[in-house]
């Protein structure tokens, strides 16, 4: 399993090397991954090494040999995934850490699903529940980490919650369900996101714009829409995906 950055340092890797016959120097790896100094690179490619995905050659500048890539990273070479409008469940069978636990992981995009959680699967920052009254502009409270089907994610900061109340059932997310949001401050008319209201709570709802205001609208009719002043409402980052486990 890798994390976040170290699939990228490969899938940059393997990009460069494709293209250009060479891997890139560490200084190129500093700036695509956009790490302060080389010692993060330096522990990427070690980790890399550690568990077989790379080797590097002896005696040669810039020289590093792809032994392995994850599964989802051969499609990923070829087509980038593209952004989609609103929120389409589809359906991927794994574990989740668990050798006898299925999952269900709905995806952003609208082609069918493929892998499984336990190959090609990338650790993801699980950051607490998203309820009313809890605040989450700042992630500094990790509890754990979970795997997520590399596919899933795109470029960019993803980290996880857990999903409190029924007011998005009609949209497919349950209670107690694990949403994958990505990290961003804007997102399109319709999409679902985790918005922050006033500075103060925190709450998964579909964004609709109206005029000067903002509707934060619920996927349950036992639930109100809830409307305010666009400057009272602040987008934490956009759902991508969402796991279910047994």
Do not use: C, W
Not at 144 to 150: D, E, F, Q
Request: net charge negative; hydrophobic share 40%; no cysteine.
């Amino acid at each position: 399993m890798l994390t976040r950055k170290q699939y990228d340092l490969l899938q940059f890797l393997a990009e460069r090397i494709q293209n250009e016959g060479v891997s890139p120097s560490f200084d190129e790896m500093k700036e695509a991954l956009d790490l302060r100094s080389k010692s993060g690179i330096h522990r990427l490619i070690t980790a890399l090494e550690e568990r077989g995905f790379i080797r590097r050659l002896p005696h040669r500048a810039r020289a590093i040999e792809i032994l392995k890539m994850p599964d989802t990273m051969h499609e990923a070479l070829h087509e980038r995934q593209r952004p989609a409008a609103g929120f389409t469940p589809r359906v991927v069978e794994g574990g989740l850490g668990r050798p006898d636990g299925p999952l269900f992981a709905h995806r952003e995009e609208s082609a069918p699903a493929v892998g499984t959680a336990g190959t090609g699967s990338i650790d993801v920052p699980l950051v607490g529940k998203i309820a009313a009254g809890t605040p989450i502009d700042a992630l500094e409270h990790v509890e754990r980490h979970v795997g997520v089907p590399a596919d899933m994610l795109s470029s960019g900061e993803h980290f996880a919650l857990s999903v409190e109340g029924d007011s998005m059932i009609d949209a497919g997310i349950h209670d107690g369900d694990l949403v994958v949001i990505k990290r961003q401050q804007t997102a399109n008319d319709g999409e679902i996101v985790v918005a922050l209201v006033a500075d103060q709570e925190a709450t998964l709802k579909r964004l609709r714009r109206r005029g000067p205001q903002v509707e934060l609208q619920a996927a349950n009719p036992a639930h109100r829409d809830q409307i305010y002043a666009a400057d009272q409402v602040r987008v934490q980052g956009r759902l991508v995906g969402l796991v279910r486990t047994y």
